[in-house]
């Protein structure tokens, strides 16, 4: 990588020949620098560079350095079957220096029901040969090498990881020692069918530098104690979130000065507010101020070798309701090398005379080990006996993503590994099977699906490829979504179909986790890239890609119809809007839905279920904590509130008063809508508008230039003198205190320097946007803007006295929500209207993209913050940190997104089985850092009750309008329909925000809609017309019960069509 800049594309690839390793030979010539003749993008010791654009989102997940320890890390990856491709896929993606894939197996038919990038064409050819290419798509910056020979051990000592999977235990042992040995890690990993298997050995010395990938903590300090055990105390009351043995730093303490960058200092928590640092009784007296944070410490781990730990399994449990599995699986996965050894083949699906015999394996194991089982479960048993023949495309996804995971850890010692044995079952699936099961049907049949059908059978596929889906999104999570259906064969059937909608196009950033798409692909849109790229994987998808948005706009095709073929949905969605609509729309159709979503390592899952569980919408999370306005404007103490202020300022200077100039120049009623706001904000629309055809108007780029100058002055200089003069550095408040104190941070004005490259990048970015919005072209030739810049008078600036500054978040309301000053607002509509001759064709509002960095968004956002950090004393934070937070970018890894796809699928196995008890489902809840997994019934959909009739979210009044004789009910029959068939009364009756009747109408009003038909009432209250492709409308009604009480009732659908 050493000759590649960041934001230029990735290298193209070398030809296939040269990554290909038939056999190995340790006395070749350059056979033992294979990996640095290979890789072009970097010399042997160079340091990895990183290409931010391609990474950007996995980099707020990892960081910079555990990246570039990864870019030094050659990965070895034995076995090239479902599990093998999807973990080198997530390793490749995640960036290591190299991945040599090994494999001597043939493609067999049967491989098809989960390798995805095999092809039917590929039946005979070697696993590895035919993976290779595909695989090496994913990620040019990675070397993607094949390896057909033995593994010798010459052969394994040039690797940092070495991967077995589905490895024979003999195979297991021989390589795990001599990697133990030889300070390589090690790790094992294998599925059958429902069950699967992961190994973790990193070595007797193993360095984690950070155990969970969570922010450091920072807090301010208010008081420190000078005491044995100092307490030191958050200012207002703010609450630490250390926990006992964390360790924290200090900085900016005036007094106690000895804790500044002070050594990292080990911590007892005394309460929410407070925490104990040990002896201070030899420091200075502390005054006032200062910032803890702490400090992430490395920790060290010792691993067993396979084989010691074999005898003596350390287990993480996945599910804490199967505490007893654990030790069971750990058995069970031995005893599958034993059978095969003894029998030449592996149990045949539910084959019940196999079973016993592999029962007794398993007994005979657990005798002879030294690590025993007191109480086998016959049942769990068999069940793993009928599935070890099983290959499932979502298990693959699950085990192979947490497996990838650990050998991220394993490169870059970022968070805790898996120590050491870890088992996952998804028993559940097979409830629905039931003691009807017959062994013919599933057997093989010489069909891509045989793996998946020696699990479920083959009538239990039919239905699979029976089903029609909708998926929306096809992004990270509906990549992968679509990579497992394509794989299990839903929608592949003649009467079946899978539906994906997506608007966005591909970006260079999504390449990272978004495997369907090619560096080629950039700019295409995302749905059809994808639907093409699954028809590749299984020729026999029937899928049709749209690029509408979900929501009101698109129900004329995403209507009645439509939804009702519908099986049910999948949502793969990133913003909580879209999420609630289609959940409400898979409520009103009663559809089953599939939720997920992923936050760096950490991933949920949730089924929704027809009267069964709760929705989507029934529970929320708690809203984002927002900034007081008062410390945004007047009193910043961190990057966050500086890099909040610069957004602000983004679109209060080049989006909004060009959208409220063009709005005065071409709507007619712009005043009219303007009277009719509330509180100062008509006066501050106004005043943008004169702004931005007036006084601030540009002719040419000079103009913006000396502009830019002028809004640098005002916002880091002149606003910084008028507010110390308002509240001079020494001024007290009313108790005695400082003012500059505790959260507030006295500010100091920063004067405009031509020859300070920040000021510098602060005008070019300012300018060219100003420019942009009036279409004036732009300029980035710095000796000319340098040139005019030496040319404008800066006037010198006198603080007033009378001007009123916000102290507090009421005042600023308060200032917000006053009336407007008529005769201020009459001057500005005057002085508008005597120029409105001279306003020009429509101004360009620009809209905040954080991913281009070649539009001067992000240099001005990160210019623009870290200025006013400069202000205020805070720390700067570079591009990187800056679009992470002003971009509101969600931190992403493909393995959390493989993951949480995986376990949606598995669910999606117990729809279409047709389970409809709760326990039989599993919502997830995750954390690869940790690992953390945690599994839980769905949570149940709450009933309510009127007139002795329960009912919950699911249900709801049904009404056919449209009577025998061909005529619609009007409202005084809908009322009394509900009074004879419901015995209740309704007393207000609602259709969106329409109120249509209520107990307190007028009775002249009343008198005229009682007879009208409920279509002509809704659309004359309404004043819009029914579209003609609606075929029912959704009432909420009010009522009282038989006794008069008010009751709570379902919703009503009103048919009429």
Known sequence: MSGTSPSSPPPAKRPKTSNSLSGFDSNAKDSNSFHQVRNNNMTENAEPQIDEGLYSRQLYVLGHDAMKKMGKSDVLISGMNGLGVELAKNVILAGVKSVTIHDSESVEIADLSSQFFLRDTDIGKNRAEVSCDRLSDLNNYVDVNVYTGSLSEDFLSQFKVIVLVQASVSQQIRIGEFAHENSIAFLVADTRGLFGQIFCDFGENFKVLDTNGERPISCLVSSITKDSEAVVT??????????????????????????????????????????????????????????????????????????????????????????????????????????????????????VADAVTFKDIVNEINEKSEFKVDSLDDDLLQNFSFNVKGNLAPMQAVIGSIA?????????????????????????????????????????????????????????????????????????????????????????????????????????????????????DVQKPKSSTAANFVKQMNPNMRITAHENRVG????????????????????ALDNVEARQYMDRRCVYYRKPLLESGTLGTKGNVQVVLPYVTESYSSSHDPPEKSIPICTLKNFPNAIEHTLQWARDA?????????????????????????????????????????????????????????????????????SIKQLLFNFPPDQKTSTGQLFWSGPKRCPHPIKFDIENQLHLDYVVAASNLKAEVYGIKGSKDIDEIKKVLRGVEIPEFIAKSGVKIDVTEAEAEARMSASVDHVQMDQLIESLASKKSLTQSKLIDIEFEKDDDTNFHMDFIVAASNLRAENYKIEKADRHKSKLIAGKIIPAIATT????????????????????????????????????????????????????????????????????????????????????????????????????YSFFTPKAKLQERLPLPMTELVQKVSKHRIRSHVKSLVFEICCNDSEGEDVEVPYIKYNFR
């Open 404 to 520: 990838a995971q650990e050998v991220l850890k394993a490169c870059s010692g970022k968070f805790s590994p898996i120590q050491q044995w870890f088992y996952f079952d998804a028993t559940e699936c097979l409830k629905g099977l039931g003691a009807n099961a017959v062994e013919e049907d599933f057997q093989p049949c010489n069909c891509r699906y045989d793996g998946q059908i020696a699990i479920f059978g083959k009538e239990f596929q039919k239905k699979l490829e029976s089903l029609k889906y909708f998926v929306v999104g096809a992004g990270a999570i509906g990549c992968e979504i679509l990579k497992n259906l394509a794989m299990i064969g839903v929608g592949a059937g003649p009467n079946g179909h899978i539906y994906v909608t997506d608007m966005d196009i591909i970006e260079k950033s999504n390449l990272n986790r978004q495997f369907l798409f090619r560096p080629w």
């Open 650 to 718: 983004f679109e209060g200077l080049f989006k909004q008063p060009a959208d409220y100039a063009n709005q005065y120049i071409s709507d007619p009623k712009f005043m009219e809508k303007l009277a009719k706001m509330q509180g100062s904000q008509p006066m501050e629309i106004l005043a943008a508008v004169k702004k931005a055809l007036v006084d601030e108007k540009p002719t040419n780029f000079d103009d913006c230039l000396r502009w830019a100058v002028m809004l640098f002055q005002d916002n880091y200089y002149n």
């Open 552 to 571: 009101q706009e698109t129900e004329k095709i995403y209507n009645d119809d439509f939804f009702e073929a519908l099986s049910g949905v999948i949502n």
């Open 897 to 996: 997104t493989s993951l949480v796809t995986g376990l949606v699928c598995l669910e999606l196995y117990k729809i279409v089985m047709g389970l409809k008890e709760i326990d039989s489902y599993k919502n997830g809840f995750l954390n690869l850092a940790l690992p953390f997994f945690g599994f839980s019934e769905p949570i149940a959909a709450p009933s309510n009750k009127y007139n002795d009739v329960e009912f919950t979210l699911w249900d709801r009044f049904e009404i056919n309008g449209v009577k025998d004789d061909g005529k619609e009910m009007i409202l005084s029959e809908f009322l009394e329909y509900f009074k004879k068939h419901h015995n209740l009364e309704i007393t207000m009756l609602s259709q969106g925000v329409s109120m249509l």
């Open 234 to 351: 958050c200012a207002d009351e703010q609450r630490h979130g250390l926990e006992d043995g964390d360790y924290v730093t200090f900085k900016e303490i005036r007094g106690m000065v000895e804790l500044n960058n002070c050594e990292p200092r080990k911590i007892k928590s005394l309460g929410p507010y407070t925490f104990s640092i040990g002896d201070t009784r030899n420091y200075s007296d502390y005054q006032r101020e200062g910032i803890v944070t702490q400090v992430k410490m490395p920790t060290t781990l010792k691993f067993k070798s396979i084989k010691a730990s074999m005898s003596q399994p350390d287990f993480l449990i996945s599910d804490f309701a199967k505490f007893d599995r654990p030790g069971q699986l750990h058995l069970a996965f031995q005893a599958v090398s034993e059978y095969q050894h003894r029998h030449g083949q592996l149990p045949r699906p539910r084959n």
